[in-house]
Structures are given as structure tokens and as C-alpha cells.
């Protein structure tokens, strides 16, 4: 048990699946898992642990933005001996061609958070990028799958509000999608040397203004699932 994550020691996979909703995390466990028990409860945050075609895998909520996620990556690695984290996310396209549905693969995250300041101090700017063989590996799963991926660079927001940012530009120098959480994510796969990968399904478009709804978000992004998931296995 830790602060945060009310486990036992053994009850959490070394691969864990990482959506910010716990209802998300709910759904993905009820409907692809078997054999799975709940572990955690605490605030709500749901976690849970099964098997995927006979594979131990958890999937555990993570909360919006970069400093709750970093608290239950944290743990998850530190209490729990987790070795990979893949989040299980949705994020807005910021690019006309990036449709509503449209599966993102993170290969790197910009940020506006102090995250990277504050770890590192003033004069470097690091670039929190996933782990290539995740990333290499959820590639050749989408092929296997048939599901049309992009990859690129994820816009880790500090605030969901904020106009002030030029998302044109940051489209124009390669961002494909805005989320909250990935900079963090791949921050802290590189500080405790685990394997992280954000997987993506775009909800809505900043730019066309096209958008999915609440449940739709929840359970219907069934491609990212089952990428997230076979690359978890493998």
C-alpha cells in the first residue's frame, strides 16, 4: 500500500495501462480483462488488475494533468515495482487533417508546465520523449490491427484554459494534439528508467471545433484500447 494507491504488495502487473479517467479504467478492466480484482479505491481512483489473453496487466486511473499523474506513476513505479506505464488518454487535434477518432502515438511531448524547469534549473530545456521500443512496438500492433495511427509531438498543457498559448505555431513546428499529462509521463519514465508511451484517441478538434461526447470519451475509443493492450502483452 501506498500513500495513494490502496494495493497490496503483488497486486499491481509490471505493465500497467494508464487512463486519466478511472471510469475509463473501469470500463477498459469490465470489458477486456479477466479474472480481475479491483485493488484500489482510494479517492475514487480506480485500479485494477487481470489477465489479457492469459498476460497479467493493471489498469490504473491517473487523474487530469501532470501533477496527479505524477503522483500515481510515481508510486506505481517506487511502491509497486511497475516497469511500464502506457497512458490510455484522449487529446484534442491541432491540425485540421486530425480527425475526431483518429489514434495518436506520443512520440515526444512539448510543454508549458515548470515540470522540466524545475527538475533540471534554469538553462535547460529537456524534451520528454517515450520509450522507442513501446512506441516501436504499438507502431507494428496498429499495422497488425488494422487501425490508422499518427505519430508525433504531444502538447502537455499546464492549464485546459489557455488562450494565451499559440497552439497555430506549435502546430506548425510538428505538435499533432493537446493533452495534460504525457510531458510528465515520459519525465518520469526517463527518471526512474521504465518504459512509458502515451496512446491517444483525438475527442475534439481546436481547430474544425468537431467533438465527441462525455460517454463517448468513456468507452467507445476501443482501437487505442486494444493497441494499448496487445502492446502491453507483448
Given at each position: ?59 490504473q486511473g491517473s487523474g487530469m494533468g501532470i501533477p ?142 468537431a467533438s465527441a461526447s462525455a460517454k463517448e470519451r ?17
Open positions: 500500500m501506498s500513500t495513494h494507491i490502496g494495493a497490496k504488495a503483488g497486486q499491481i502487473a509490471e505493465t500497467v495501462l494508464f487512463p486519466g479517467d478511472p471510469l475509463r479504467a473501469k470500463f477498459i478492466a469490465e470489458t477486456f480483462l479477466d479474472d480481475v480484482v479491483q485493488y484500489n479505491s482510494v479517492r475514487n481512483m480506480f485500479g485494477y488488475t487481470g489477465t489479457y489473453k492469459g498476460k497479467p496487466i493493471s489498469v496527479s499523474l505524477s503522483i500515481y506513476a510515481t508510486e506505481l513505479i517506487k511502491d509497486f515495482g511497475v516497469k511500464s506505464i502506457i497512458r490510455v488518454g484522449t487529446c484534442g487535434g491541432m491540425r485540421a487533417d486530425v480527425k475526431v477518432g483518429d489514434v495518436i502515438l506520443g512520440q515526444g511531448s512539448t510543454t508549458d508546465s515548470n515540470v522540466t524547469a524545475t527538475t533540471f534549473g534554469t538553462g535547460i530545456y529537456y524534451a520528454p520523449i517515450s520509450d522507442f521500443e513501446l512506441l516501436d512496438r504499438a507502431y507494428h500492433t496498429a499495422q497488425d490491427l488494422n487501425v490508422p495511427v499518427q505519430v508525433g509531438n504531444i502538447f502537455a498543457a499546464d492549464r485546459f484554459y489557455n488562450d494565451e498559448i499559440d497552439m497555430e505555431k506549435l502546430a506548425d513546428y510538428g505538435c499533432v494534439a493537446t493533452e495534460m499529462e504525457s510531458a510528465g509521463l515520459f519525465l518520469i519514465g526517463a527518471k526512474y528508467h521504465v518504459k512509458t508511451l502515451s496512446i491517444l484517441t483525438v475527442s475534439d478538434n481546436i481547430v474544425t471545433g468513456e468507452q467507445s475509443f476501443t482501437d487505442m484500447m486494444k493497441v494499448s493492450l496487445e502492446t502491453g502483452i507483448k
